[in-house]
């Protein structure tokens, strides 16, 4: 837990430095994705979307393998290959 709150410190600390990164991701779409459950706070996306819609950062990740959602966070948290993964909230 207190890895996660630091790593939620550093990114919104970074934020302004890494959202200026180009990524090469897809542009945001307006569609809404939903999910069977209750939304966290936020969560590790692909693409933001869906319960957790607004992007609050994203994450550098040399060696790309995270555990995330996919695209517009629709899917379950899964393992992935993705050197940024954004930090979607709600």
């Known amino acids: 837990m207190k890895k996660l709150v630091l790593m939620v410190a550093?990114?919104?600390?970074?934020?302004?430095?890494?959202?200026?990164?180009?990524?090469?991701?897809?542009?945001?779409?307006?569609?809404?994705?939903?999910?069977?459950?209750?939304p966290a706070s936020c969560s590790l996306c692909f693409t933001c979307g869906g319960d957790w819609p607004v992007l609050n950062g994203k994450i550098p990740n040399q060696d790309g393998q995270v555990t995330e959602r996919g695209s517009a966070c629709a899917n379950p948290i899964t393992p992935r290959t993705d050197t940024i993964p954004y930090l979607c909230c709600n």
């Not at 600390?13 to 994705?33: E, H, N, S, W």
């Open 10 to 38: 550093l990114v919104v600390a970074l934020a302004p430095a890494i959202a200026a990164a180009a990524d090469g991701k897809p542009a945001q779409t307006g569609a809404r994705y939903i999910n069977n459950q209750a």
